[in-house]
């Protein structure tokens, strides 16, 4: 019965919610050097002021955390429900072209600007939900306390801080990611391997593996220079790859970019195979085609003369196989009913005459653990003879879908949407990562590209307006409402 209220509340203040948006979007809120007080520099400073301005303007009380973050509680009955969201942005970037990035402008029903969806517009979405409820005089049995943090897109540290000071509600929701909610954040294992390499001036042989920019991308191009092999030669093993994989391969005989250093002579006989692939986030690499992988392959597949190299480099390709996405060359491609498939892709691997190493980016299903995984691989590696950099695994969150918060949510989603829909696994973390009970839920919509984190990003104020119509209604359900 409180549907249709709440939605011309909305309705009548939508220009006002805008105009606290774009108040909100025209600071520059990127993180810079920390100043006295500042501990996220001036920007995330700003932008906090500016918050708690809208919220004294709203008749909230807010307090400021250091500049960290601030929160403000809604009744301050006892507490039920924190709602996270951050005032923080990345940098503006380069290539805006409807508007500059802090000079935030509505067309065809879209607000433009840097922080418009990630993650101004949503925090104001939360606000302008719980204004509703009071201004149409529903009293909430139990208490909503919105925190707004400074540091979300650099790590987080002012959600540690604030809550070092502030003990957690029993639920938690962060909008600041997409509907329905996320009820699943994979757990992550990012690990380095080693190896020293005894030098071979036996031929043919490989003399340099090059690839990979960021252990989170697919690598899309590698490179390796070959030693006492002709290009003739090598062009049959390279057409079967190509073949196989559907990566293509280019070989440069004389190698002038990569061993620039050698005299006339000493580059002769080598030959640069270059394979190209696609890239991919490291989240879903089965939406790419791994270079790397396919090079090493190609390189277990050459008649080259026995070395340490040459072997660890079989050894390499056995561990992370061309097209294995989920970890069964290590041992470890667990996959479980509630969150899928591990995913795991090897991003970064280099080899000279004396050493090799490699990065690879795994993110675990919530039944992968440090006994069933990091373990697994460990042991993988020492026997094969590489050192690891002993990392921890980064533990998975998780939120049962049978529980309290996630059922309402999604009850809330469908009543104002009416579309039922299931909730989502992530790779990677959102703001609620490792915060017990809390899920990511809104304001994003998959099937909209908003360019987060891009030029031209954008938030559709419909999205914000039903947005908070959600909000209001789950704030509602969480909290109880006093008859
Ligand atoms: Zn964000």
Excluded at 54 to 74: Q, S, T
Excluded at 141 to 163: M, N, P
Excluded at 299 to 310: D, N, R, T, W
Excluded at 374 to 397: I, L
Aim: include cysteine; hydrophobic fraction near 40%; aromatic fraction near 6%.
């Amino acid at each position: 019965m409180y549907k249709e209220k709440i939605r011309a509340y909305l309705d009548a203040h939508r220009e006002e919610m805008i105009e606290d948006i774009k108040a909100l979007v025209r600071i520059d809120s990127a993180r810079t050097e920390a100043k006295e007080g500042m501990p996220f520099g001036e920007g995330p400073a700003a932008a906090l002021a500016e918050g708690c301005r809208i919220l004294e303007k709203h008749g909230f009380a807010p307090v400021n955390y250091d500049n960290y973050a601030i929160d403000a509680r809604y009744n301050n009955k006892e507490l039920q429900l924190d709602v996270l969201a951050h005032l923080d942005v990345v940098p503006a970037g380069e290539g805006w072209t409807v508007t500059e990035p802090f000079e935030p402008v509505v067309i065809d029903g879209k607000i433009y600007g840097r922080g418009t969806c990630d993650d101004k517009g949503p925090a104001m979405a939360a606000v302008y939900a719980l204004l509703a409820i009071r201004d149409l005089g529903i009293e909430l049995k139990k208490d909503v306390r919105l925190i707004l943090g400074a540091d979300e897109e650099c790590g987080s540290s002012d959600i540690d801080y604030y809550f070092k000071k502030n003990s957690h509600a029993p639920m938690a929701i962060s909008p600041d990611a997409e509907f329905p909610l996320i009820f699943i954040e994979k757990g992550s294992l990012h690990t380095s391997f080693e190896a020293t390499l005894t030098p071979s001036e036996a031929l043919p042989k490989v003399v340099s593996v090059k690839s990979g920019l960021k252990v989170n991308v697919v690598p899309a191009k590698a490179e390796a220079v070959v030693k006492g092999m002709s290009v003739e030669k090598l062009v049959p093993y390279c057409q079967k790859l190509e073949k196989e994989l559907g990566v293509t391969v280019e070989l440069t005989a004389g190698s002038p970019e990569t061993e620039s250093s050698l005299a006339g002579a000493e580059k002769r006989g080598l030959v640069s195979v270059l394979v190209k692939g696609t890239s991919a986030h490291a989240a879903s690499p089965m939406d790419g085609n791994n270079a790397l992988t396919a090079l090493l392959q190609l390189i277990a597949s050459l008649p080259l003369a026995e070395s340490s190299s040459f072997e660890m480099l079989r050894k390499v390709s056995r561990l992370f196989p061309h097209g294995d996405y989920h970890g069964a060359g290590l041992g470890v491609n667990h996959e479980d009913e509630i969150s899928g498939k591990l995913t795991l892709t090897l991003d970064i691997f280099n080899m000279d005459e004396t050493k090799l190493g490699g990065l690879f980016d795994c993110r675990a299903c919530i039944s992968a653990n440090d006994e069933n995984t990091r373990q697994v691989v460990y042991r993988r590696f020492e026997e094969a003879g590489f050192t690891h950099d002993n990392r921890p695994m980064g533990k998975p969150h998780y939120v049962p879908k049978e529980s309290e918060l996630v059922r309402t949510l999604l009850e809330s989603y469908t009543k104002i949407t009416g579309r039922v829909e299931e909730p989502l696994a992530i790779g990677g973390g959102t703001y609620v990562h490792g915060i017990e009970n809390g899920v990511a839920c809104g304001c994003g919509d998959l099937n909209v590209d908003t360019h987060m984190h891009g030029p031209d990003e954008f938030v559709i104020v419909e999205q914000l307006l039903m947005s908070a119509e959600i909000f209001a209604d789950a704030f509602m359900k969480l909290c109880g409402v006093e008859e």
